[in-house]
């Protein structure tokens, strides 16, 4: 039957298991997944103009400025107008969820909501394969060999930005930038937050809201929700 377009996005603090939860809401409900992160490195990669603007920035170690991001959005979300999309990385600052709410008025805003506390102790067990960006973590998803990629056999390293005391800063300066974010959508009335310590114990919790919200928008084959 015919389905009504979603637009929605997520929202959550570095390590609070946003790609995880991106990923199942995408395969779920067969969404175009569009990550800002995903997305700006591809056009560096490619050498295009916006790659080339927003290089210069990351370079210097600076963020890429509101005007360049919501250009490169609005470009990304035209090549998906007719399709129902998740939008993960984006935006990280009220003047660029105002300006997104010009280009897409959006049915969803979801916010994961978890203990800083967690998320420190998360990321201090965390391992990485650099080559594929493969994530491992002692106590969950950990590596069959210890320090070593389940498919490559080669080592993983520990980031310095998983240092407890930069993931503290990093998570303030995000609290900072992203509560007037989900204020705003709040205000909207189309703001929701799920607490949690795991991504599946997050994800539960979603499910009755995307049960209510999703049907509006998709047929599916699977009704197990």
């Given amino acids: 039957m015919a389905t009504k377009i979603f637009?929605?996005?997520?929202?959550?603090?570095?390590?609070?298991?946003?790609?995880?939860?991106?990923?199942?809401?995408?395969?779920?409900?067969?969404l175009v997944h569009i990550s800002s992160g995903d997305k700006l490195r591809q056009q560096i990669q490619d050498k295009t103009p916006i790659g080339l603007e927003a290089q210069k920035y990351?370079?210097?170690?600076?963020?890429?400025?509101?005007?360049?991001?919501?250009?490169?959005i609005a470009d990304e979300l035209k090549q998906v107008h007719n399709k129902s999309w998740l939008l993960d990385g984006f935006p990280r600052t009220l003047s660029q969820a105002e300006a997104l709410w010009e280009i897409a008025k959006l049915d969803l805003a979801v916010n994961l909501v978890v203990p800083f506390q967690v998320i420190i102790d998360r990321v201090k067990g965390r391992w990485v394969h650099l080559p594929s960006g493969r994530v491992y973590?002692?106590?969950?998803?950990?590596?069959?060999?210890?320090g070593v990629d389940d498919v490559t056999g080669e080592p993983l390293?520990?980031?310095?930005?998983?240092?407890?005391?930069?993931?503290?800063?990093?998570?303030?300066?995000?609290?900072?930038?992203t509560k007037p974010v989900a204020e705003f959508y709040r205000g909207k009335g189309?703001?929701?937050e799920f607490k949690g310590a795991t991504s599946d114990d997050i994800w539960r919790r979603m499910l009755a809201c995307l049960a209510v919200h999703m049907p509006l928008h998709f047929?599916?084959?699977?009704?197990?929700l």
């Fill in 137 to 146: 973590n002692e106590g969950f998803n950990a590596p069959k060999v210890p």
């Fill in 219 to 224: 047929s599916t084959q699977d009704s197990k």
């Fill in 190 to 192: 189309i703001l929701k």
């Fill in 58 to 72: 990351i370079k210097d170690g600076k963020l890429v400025p509101d005007d360049v991001m919501i250009k490169f």
């Fill in 157 to 177: 390293i520990q980031r310095d930005d998983d240092k407890p005391e930069v993931v503290s800063k990093r998570l303030e300066q995000y609290e900072k930038l």
């Fill in 7 to 30: 637009r929605g996005l997520i929202l959550g603090a570095p390590a609070s298991g946003k790609g995880t939860i991106s990923d199942r809401m995408v395969k779920k409900f067969n």
